[in-house]
């Protein structure tokens, strides 16, 4: 049986991708901070380990892929999912609030990948990092945020072109506007009107729309696909920059 990590798995994308991978025969180390809400998420779960950690922390990560490693022996996909948001405009952005979205968003893909490196070297693995929309184009509300993605987006493809030797992948997945109970709870009617009136298929995406990418990239029928950037997001990236709607007088 084949294992993936996957981190923010305690909700939202992060949950149905762990969710599809165990439908598809996989097992699942669950990650996420939010010790209570990871515990509900896996409550009734077969074939998953629930692992609090903050991926910021590099001795949390060593723990965390030692961990699963004691479980389950392999890992054979590690999906970077966890993340953080900070939306505000670039002058009332201070350094506090930036370095807290790099510290998760960046720096922890980068420690959860190399911490991962051993072990997928070992099963031939795959990485895909999660982005965002934001760092493919640019955004009112979104330097730290969308920069920290930007910044995921170029990784992958270095881990594509450094770890390729070893039979190991690296993809990178850009959600557009998901309909998430976090996005929902802060959209303003405004907002979601101008986004689908900005989206080719004039909807949000759906977790599970996610999730069906994600495992097909850490997948088999993904074999010969490395260092790509792949936009599940409606279209959204093809229609111009910035949304009306967000934008200030």
């Known amino acids: 049986m084949k294992t993936a990590l996957v981190t923010g798995a305690a909700r939202g994308i ?55 490693l004691d479980a389950f022996t392999t890992i054979d996909a590690l999906v970077n999912n966890a993340g953080v948001a900070d939306f505000g405009p670039i002058e009332d952005t201070t350094f506090e609030r930036w370095r807290t979205v790099m510290a998760t968003n960046l720096d922890g893909t980068f420690l959860c990948s190399q911490a991962a490196i051993p072990a997928l070297k070992a099963s031939r693995g795959a990485i895909v990092n999660i982005a965002s929309i934001s760092g493919l184009r640019a955004s009112t509300l979104r330097v730290a945020y969308g920069t920290s993605k930007a910044a995921v987006i170029h990784m992958t493809q270095q881990q594509a072109a450094e770890l390729g030797e070893y039979g190991i992948r690296a993809n990178c997945v850009c959600p557009g506007p998901v309909r998430t109970k976090l996005a929902m709870a802060v959209h303003s009617q405004a907002i979601i009107d101008a986004y689908h009136d900005a989206i080719p298929l004039n909807r949000y995406g759906s977790e599970q729309e996610l999730a069906d990418a994600i495992c097909y990239l850490c997948s088999d029928k993904a074999s010969y696909i490395t260092g790509q950037t792949l936009s599940v997001d409606g279209g959204f990236q093809s229609t111009g920059i910035g949304l009306p709607a967000l934008r200030g007088n």
Not at 37 to 50: H, K, M, Q, R
Request: glycine share 6%; charged share 20%.
């Open 14 to 68: 992060g949950l149905a991708t762990a969710k599809t991978f165990l439908a598809e025969g996989w097992q699942v180390a669950m990650v996420d901070r939010d010790a209570d809400a990871l515990a509900e998420a896996t409550s009734g779960l077969d074939n998953v380990i629930a692992l609090d950690t903050d991926i910021s922390q590099p001795d949390q990560v060593a723990a965390m892929i030692a961990r699963t």
